[in-house]
């Protein structure tokens, strides 16, 4: 696939995200899709998965935005970066939300199958989105990685 298509459906993707419209977003992605946020712990696998783990996200972040800035590909691996704005609400996190919205840098890592998105790897700073929210970085990662704070072991699914 070539690097145009590849950021077509990223774009592609990164609307339907910022409509948290789950149906559509899960159209772009391969039936074994596997979605993965190393700063919230998670990796989905599978459109059920997938499905589940972005419902859960639009219900934390409900007013959840991103905007691609840039991009560059190999070939095969395509990387974008650019901005998400979120508001966190609810209790996922074991805090009390604080009504402020944060914007983040982020970057994201695709791969491709079948022209299709086969596997998204979302970064973006857990402390930042803390502090912009309001909210204790510690008590979330206790929340999100246990006891230590820190994530689990290379392979083991996060919560």
Same mark, same amino acid.
């Given at each position: 696939m070539n690097g145009h298509r590849m950021f077509e459906l990223a774009q592609a993707l990164? !609307? /339907?995200k910022s409509r948290r419209? !789950?149906?559509a977003a899960m159209e772009l992605c391969h039936p074994d899709m596997v979605l993965e946020a190393p700063a919230?712990?998670?990796t989905a696998r599978g459109t059920a998965a997938n499905e589940k783990a972005l419902t859960r %996200? %639009?219900? /934390?972040?409900?007013?959840?935005d991103v905007t691609l800035q840039g991009h560059a590909d190999n070939g095969v691996t395509l990387i974008c970066w650019g =901005?998400?704005?979120m508001t966190m609400t609810g209790d996922r996190f074991g805090v009390v939300p604080t009504g402020r919205r944060a914007e983040l840098p982020v970057f994201i890592?695709?791969? %491709?199958?079948?022209?299709?998105i086969a596997r998204e790897r979302f970064f973006f700073d857990l402390s930042a989105l803390c502090a912009q929210s309001g909210v204790? /970085?510690? =008590? !979330?990662?206790?929340? !999100?990685?246990?006891a230590t704070g820190l994530p689990a072991?290379?392979?083991q699914e996060g919560r």
């Amino acid at each position: 696939m070539n690097g145009h298509r590849m950021f077509e459906l990223a774009q592609a993707l990164a !609307v /339907t995200k910022s409509r948290r419209d !789950v149906p559509a977003a899960m159209e772009l992605c391969h039936p074994d899709m596997v979605l993965e946020a190393p700063a919230l712990g998670t990796t989905a696998r599978g459109t059920a998965a997938n499905e589940k783990a972005l419902t859960r %996200f %639009f219900a /934390t972040f409900p007013d959840y935005d991103v905007t691609l800035q840039g991009h560059a590909d190999n070939g095969v691996t395509l990387i974008c970066w650019g =901005a998400a704005r979120m508001t966190m609400t609810g209790d996922r996190f074991g805090v009390v939300p604080t009504g402020r919205r944060a914007e983040l840098p982020v970057f994201i890592q695709f791969a %491709f199958e079948d022209g299709l998105i086969a596997r998204e790897r979302f970064f973006f700073d857990l402390s930042a989105l803390c502090a912009q929210s309001g909210v204790s /970085t510690d =008590a !979330v990662r206790r929340k !999100v990685f246990g006891a230590t704070g820190l994530p689990a072991s290379p392979g083991q699914e996060g919560r």
